[in-house]
C-alpha cells in the first residue's frame, strides 16, 4: 500500500476514501437494520453515524494507510432482537449494502466511460494514471471484494451468522473449532487477497464492458 502513495498517490487516496467510505456504509446498514429490529444497542453507543473514527477506530485506519487491509465493528445484542432471524438480517445488511454500492458505483463508471470516452486505464496498462473512470471502477471493485469476503462462512464474518441461522448445527461448534476457522480465514485473507480482488475486478469489468456494448459505445 505505502508502495502505491509512492507510484500513483491519486489511487492511492481514492482507495483509502472508498475502502473508508464503504466499511462505514457496511457498519452504518448493520447499525440501523439492528435499531429496526428492535435493538437500540448501536445507538445507545453512538454507531448512528459516518463517522470512520467511530466505526472503524484509528487502528483500523492507520492499518488501512499503511497494509491496505481495515474493519469496523457495530455493537450489537441479538436478546434484544424481535424475531429469531433478525440477528442473521443484521449480519446480512451489511454486505448488501456493499452489494448496493457496488452496482452504484459500476452504473456510475459506465455513465463516466460513455460520456466522456475516457476508459480505465488498467484496459490500456497506464498504471500510472488515474481518472474519474478509474475511481468509480476502483469503487464498484472495493465493494464487490468486501460483498464476496464478507458472506465467507467463518466467524467472525457476517456470512457466519447468516450461515447459522440456515443451519442451526453451525451453532453447536466448539469454541476451539470456531477459533480454528478463524485462523484459516486469516490464512486465507493473506494468501489468496490478490485472486480475490481480481474476481471482483474481473466481474466489474466483465458487467462494464458488457452494458458499453449493448448501448453501443466503441473507444
Not at 487516496?13 to 472508498?18: N, Q, R, T, V, Y
Not at 481480481?198 to 458488457?210: H, K, L, R, V
Amino acid at each position: 500500500m505505502i508502495s502505491l502513495l509512492t507510484n500513483n498517490p491519486p489511487q492511492y487516496f481514492a482507495i483509502i476514501i472508498i475502502v473508508t467510505f464503504s466499511i462505514c456504509m457496511h457498519e452504518l446498514s448493520h447499525a440501523y437494520m439492528a435499531v429496526w429490529q428492535g435493538d437500540d444497542t448501536p445507538a445507545e453507543n453512538g454507531h448512528l453515524t459516518l463517522n470512520p473514527m467511530v466505526q472503524m477506530g484509528p487502528t483500523s485506519l492507520i492499518v488501512l494507510a499503511i497494509v491496505g487491509i481495515s474493519w469496523g465493528a457495530v455493537p450489537v445484542n441479538p436478546l434484544r432482537m424481535r424475531h429469531k432471524w433478525s440477528h442473521a438480517l443484521v449480519a446480512f445488511a451489511g454486505p448488501l449494502m456493499n452489494l448496493i454500492l457496488a452496482i452504484l458505483f459500476c452504473a456510475i463508471a459506465i455513465i463516466v466511460i460513455y460520456n466522456t470516452g475516457m476508459i480505465p486505464t488498467h484496459w490500456t496498462n497506464q498504471r500510472n494514471m488515474f481518472g474519474p473512470q478509474d475511481f468509480f471502477f476502483w469503487g464498484a471493485t472495493m465493494n464487490m471484494v468486501l460483498f464476496l469476503f464478507n458472506l465467507t462462512p467463518a466467524p467472525p464474518l457476517d456470512g457466519y451468522t447468516v450461515a447459522s441461522f440456515l443451519f442451526p448445527q453451525m451453532n453447536r461448534m466448539n469454541q476451539e473449532l470456531k477459533n480454528g476457522l478463524l485462523v484459516g480465514l486469516l490464512i486465507l485473507v493473506f494468501f489468496s487477497a490478490g485472486l480475490l480482488f481480481q474476481f471482483a475486478g474481473s466481474i466489474i469489468d466483465t458487467i462494464i464492458i458488457t452494458i458499453l456494448k449493448i448501448v453501443g459505445f466503441s473507444s
